[in-house]
């Protein structure tokens, strides 16, 4: 989980959010399922998305529009959950998709029981989430959510019939940014608004708050896999370029070639194979490539924080903006 310095404020809902899912997850007493299940329980990831729409709900509450404030607490912890186990879901596919034998330094959940186990079981966490947000019972929060569902699996399809393609332009490779990451981190801070209460347009600024940001973390993944090590990345680096996928930094580096150098770097990372990523590495090093990734990334985190400008002011629209400082320091070091 993030540091307790800036989760600090929502300490209380978290610890609740965690029993949910515990609870959740735990409900089955079949003994294969429930190993499977606990294995889950203890991979615990940043709990980005539940924070988010922790630190929206919070920002924007206001006990005159809504009267029961101790029931939209719950169902706003109670929609967190949720959301963090359609996050669960989509690792448990992508691990799959990807060959990933490791996940935040534990095998992966396929790796450990079996792809086709692999495969069910994220189906599995998906009804678990639909049951979470059943309960909660919000027409609108429904629809935003299966609207993210439903473009997160359009950018996986998206990423994998682009995979290899040297024609893959920059365009191409932020839509699918926005599809694969940006989706879930959007729907979790517009259903905190709309849990609140909150206008029309304001759901919009966090919306577009929680896709900037969801792009940001999506470069730094990107970035980390071909420059950085697996402490850091909580899984094997390589495995984007093993894959044939053209993420940023490689993307960068072809842009700025032309000719016979072009075409080399093309058929390297058409090859997939290890040596020619550490190549590429080091033409990286020595390129504007880091420059330009960090300018782009910057460029989000910006719209990022004009997106608050009319949220009210309070202690929670500090905390959207020190969530915005923590990512711009995961990003750039």
């Known amino acids: 989980m993030l540091k307790d310095v800036l989760t600090h404020p929502i300490r209380d809902e978290l610890h609740k959010m965690e029993s949910i899912i515990s609870q959740s997850l735990g409900q089955e007493s079949y003994g294969h399922i429930a190993e499977m299940m606990a294995y889950l329980t203890k991979s615990r990831g940043k709990r980005i998305r539940p924070i988010l729409l922790l630190f929206s709900f919070k920002a924007l509450m206001d006990g005159e529009k809504v009267p029961s404030i101790e029931a939209v607490n719950r169902q706003a912890v109670t929609l967190a959950a949720a959301i963090e186990l359609i996050h669960m879901a989509s690792l ?7 060959h990933a034998d490791t996940r935040h330094e534990r ?20 009804a678990k989430s639909l049951s979470l947000i ?20 359009r950018g996986e399809i998206t990423q994998l019939t682009h995979r290899t393609e040297p024609s893959f332009e920059l365009d191409d490779y932020l839509r699918i940014l926005k599809e694969k990451t940006g989706v879930l981190f959007a729907a979790s801070c517009q259903c905190g ?30 970035f980390m896999d071909v420059m950085g090590d697996q402490e850091t990345l909580g899984k094997a680096t390589g495995q984007d370029f093993e894959q044939g ?3 940023l930094p490689i993307l960068y580096l072809i842009e ?9 770097v093309i058929a390297k990372v058409c090859s997939k194979r290890p040596e020619h990523l550490a190549e590429l590495k080091e033409r990286i090093i020595n ?3 880091p420059d330009k990734s960090k300018a782009l990334a910057k460029e989000y985190l910006n719209k990022a924080k ?7 002011q309070t202690k929670f629209k500090k905390s959207l903006y020190s969530f915005v400082d923590f990512v711009e320091k995961r990003t750039f070091g």
Do not use: N, W
């Open 193 to 222: 608004a709309i849990l609140a209460g909150a206008s029309k347009p304001i759901q919009d600024a966090l919306y577009h708050y929680g896709e900037s940001l969801g792009i940001v973390f999506q470069i730094a993944d990107d």
């Open 287 to 289: 390129s504007d490539v």
């Open 256 to 264: 700025g070639l032309y000719g016979e150098d072009r075409d080399d």
């Open 107 to 126: 095998a992966s959940f396929h790796h450990k029981f079996g792809t086709e186990i692999g495969m069910t079981m994220g189906v599995f966490l998906y």
């Open 245 to 247: 996928e053209i993420t």
């Open 92 to 98: 448990v596919h992508d691990d799959i998709i990807d």
């Open 306 to 312: 004009l997106s608050l400008k009319d949220l009210p």
């Open 134 to 153: 059943a309960q909660v019972g919000h027409p609108s929060v429904l629809k935003v959510i299966s609207d993210a569902v439903e473009d997160l699996c």
